[in-house]
């Protein structure tokens, strides 16, 4: 007969339904059904193993390494004499010792976790700035690229006044043909409804007029407009503002309430 130390192993085997050899299987079954403290540890190893499958999954081990732990449970030595079986006192081991390979997995997968979290957190920080620099530099060159428009003497200027009102608003018009860019600086403009902008509008030397560009006065009146045409190289004759609605129009609304002073 064996002792119980010697079925601590099979105990754990047997609870994951992982014990394969019949003898080691009747053996224990057999001292289960005599032994109260065998049984009651098999129930609390079932317990946690019920456990262990809620919280966490994996492959099942490889049938070989299965058969390398039946060879090595079979190959500990019995402490037994000839003739009289010899019963050694003891006590089954531990069973936090049985899954501390299991605890020490999970703590590692916490870990794992909370470094990814980290990671995370920090590419976010990254491209947050990234965005920023990219902000930064496109504000930098429209800055500069207002700078070169208000000193290009080749630039074509052309001030705007009203077409039936004293010429108290104004509107001033920066086109560089080559590029298609056209500046605008506007003051004492007359407020609009919430659906209504100011557009501005590009007349050529020949064909319908061109889209250049909407706008809105701030309290005051004033407002600044950068606008790229769509066909760079387009000779001006003129320029003129309507009113149209949010969003703007592709071809003027009448009547013109603003235009090129002839």
């Not at 930098?140 to 608003?169: C, F, I, W, Y």
Request: charged content about 20%.
């Amino acid at each position: 007969m064996k002792a119980h130390e010697q079925f601590a192993d099979n105990l754990a085997l047997y609870a994951m339904n992982a014990l394969d050899d019949p003898r080691e299987m009747a053996e224990l079954q057999s001292h289960l059904g005599t032994c109260g403290e065998c049984r009651r540890e098999l129930e609390a190893l079932r317990a946690d193993t019920a456990l262990l499958a809620l919280s966490a999954t994996g492959p099942q081990p490889p049938q070989r390494a299965r058969q390398r732990l039946m060879q090595a449970i079979a190959a500990e030595p019995h402490h037994e004499k000839h003739g009289k079986p010899h019963f050694v006192v003891g006590r089954l081991r531990p069973r936090w010792m049985t899954w501390t390979p299991v605890f020490v997995a999970i703590l590692l997968a916490v870990i794992s976790i909370g470094l990814m979290t980290d990671n995370s957190q920090l590419r976010r920080k990254n491209d947050n700035l990234a965005a920023q620099l990219v902000q930064e530099q496109r504000n930098s060159a429209l800055a500069h690229e207002v700078m070169g428009m208000l000193n290009d003497p080749a630039a074509v200027r052309m001030t705007l006044v009203a077409a039936k009102k004293p010429p108290q608003p104004q509107v001033k018009t920066i086109y560089e043909p080559q590029k298609g860019h056209v500046l605008l600086l506007a003051n004492n403009l007359s407020p609009l409804p919430q659906n209504k902008v100011y557009e501005l509008w590009l007349i050529p030397m020949s064909g319908a007029p061109m889209p250049a560009g909407t706008f809105e006065p701030d309290p005051k009146g004033n407002t600044l407009m950068m606008h790229a045409m769509d066909n760079p190289g387009t000779q001006a004759q003129a320029f003129a503002v309507t009113i149209e609605p949010r969003g703007g129009s592709t071809s003027p609304t009448m009547p013109i309430v603003m235009m090129t002073a002839s």
